[in-house]
Structure formats: structure tokens, C-alpha cells
């Protein structure tokens, strides 16, 4: 299976402090993706990294891919109780776009 | 503009029914996909539109499955002879034209599916 790992399944933070989400992969890949879901619902993009990135930022989130570990990080900083969902990293392995999501993060920002 | 529409939100259907399922895509992006998601797990990928024809549908679990786009456009996820394991949330996504390096997905709200 091409599925990547998520860690940790669940982390459980206070408002203001940072999370760090990581995902790991099997094969080489054309890009990864980060997504939140709040309840089971619509998935919403966060950010897309490609496979020649190291690092990309939007607002409080930073996202680095390290292709020679096949990994990437998602970190929140300053986290916020509106931060709390779920967190999922999706690989494209150049298989005409169809992305392979990990098992998700469950992230709970306590305020 | 707006952004991926899915039809209907939620489904209750009776085991052995048939249903559709649509998605409506954003405005120019040539490429549609349907996913499917059980709980507590992330979306597993069922098929792959680019244009009217399915580019992939490796993901489709049987022959019960079934997705259409006849005018590249709109398209509908057919379910035939519902089973239990069938109720999940299914997902559609559109995308642009993909390139080399990949493009960004953009998900609907889903469906979400429950077969009594």
C-alpha cells in the first residue's frame, strides 16, 4: 500500500502553544498536500508543497518536506480553540493526480 | 466564485436501493474526483474524471460502482444494490487541468451516506 502514516493520531494542546503534525510516505511523489476536516465533513487545502520544496508558509502554518526521509511536518504556531479538527496529509505520486491521505492527526486546542 | 457543490448532503437509503450521488465542480477545472470516507479513517480515492472520460477508476471498490460526466462538467456517483458497508461520506474534489507537478484538489462537503 502507498498510504502514508500520520503522528501522532491525537494531540491535545493549550491555546498558544505550537503542534506539529508529521506524515510519512512510501515512494517518490509529485507533491503533498495538508487538509483540515471539522467534523467529518469537507475537507479544506491548506497548503501544497512540491517535491522540489523544502519548506512553504501560510499565515501561522509552516510546512517543510524532507524527500531523502520521505516525511513532511505541518506546524500550527500560536495555536487557537478554532484550530481544533482534524489534520490529513495526502501524497500525489503522479498517478494522474489522485491523492493517497494518511489516517489523520486529531488536533484538540484546549482554551 | 463558488466552490464544490454536492448533492444531496445526506442519503438514507434502504439496503438493496439504488442511489446517485452529484457533484457539481468548479468553474473550469477539468478534472473531478470521487472519494470515499469511513470513520475515523482519511478519504480513499474511487475514480478520476479529466474531461468526460474516467481517467482512473482503479479505486472503485465493485462492479455495484459506477461514475458518469457525460458533458465535463457536473457528474454523478451511482451506487447500485446498496449494501451496509457502503455507508460512508463521499467526497468529490475538482482540480485544473493536472500538470507535471501536481494541482491543488478543492473538496465539497460531501455526502454523506448512511444504508439501513
Known amino acids: 500500500s502507498q498510504q502514508g502514516e500520520e503522528d501522532p493520531q491525537a494531540l491535545s494542546i493549550q491555546e498558544g502553544e505550537n503542534a506539529t503534525m508529521n506524515c510519512s510516505y512510501k515512494?517518490?511523489?509529485?507533491?503533498l498536500q495538508w487538509y483540515r476536516q471539522n467534523s467529518g465533513r469537507g475537507l479544506v487545502h491548506l497548503i501544497l508543497?512540491?517535491?522540489?520544496?523544502r519548506e512553504k508558509h501560510s499565515g501561522r502554518l509552516r510546512v517543510t518536506l524532507d524527500t531523502s526521509k520521505k516525511s513532511s511536518s505541518l506546524l500550527i504556531t500560536a495555536s487557537r480553540a478554532a484550530d481544533t479538527a482534524s489534520y490529513f496529509c495526502?501524497?500525489?505520486?503522479?498517478?494522474?493526480?489522485?491523492?493517497?491521505f494518511g489516517q489523520g492527526t486529531e488536533l484538540s486546542v484546549k482554551p | 466564485g463558488a466552490g464544490v457543490s454536492q448533492t444531496p448532503s445526506n442519503k438514507v437509503t434502504e439496503k438493496g436501493k439504488y442511489v446517485e450521488l452529484r457533484c457539481d465542480p468548479i468553474?473550469?477545472?477539468?478534472?473531478l474526483y470521487w472519494y470515499r470516507q469511513s470513520l475515523g479513517q482519511g478519504p480513499e480515492f474511487l475514480i478520476y474524471?479529466?474531461?468526460?472520460?474516467?481517467?482512473?477508476d482503479s479505486g472503485l471498490p465493485n462492479d455495484r460502482f459506477f461514475a458518469v460526466r457525460p458533458e465535463g462538467s457536473v457528474s454523478t456517483l451511482k451506487i447500485q444494490r446498496t449494501e451496509r458497508g457502503d455507508s460512508a461520506v463521499y467526497l468529490c474534489?475538482?482540480?485544473?487541468?493536472?500538470?507535471?507537478?501536481?494541482?491543488?484538489?478543492?473538496f465539497g462537503p460531501g455526502t454523506r451516506l448512511l444504508v439501513l
Open positions: 474534489a475538482s482540480s485544473l487541468p493536472t500538470s507535471g507537478t501536481g494541482e491543488t484538489q478543492y
Open positions: 515512494t517518490s511523489i509529485n507533491n
Open positions: 508543497i512540491r517535491s522540489n520544496e
Open positions: 495526502a501524497t500525489d505520486y503522479n498517478q494522474g493526480g489522485k491523492l493517497i
Open positions: 468553474s473550469g477545472h477539468t478534472a
Open positions: 474524471f479529466q474531461g468526460t472520460g474516467a481517467a482512473d
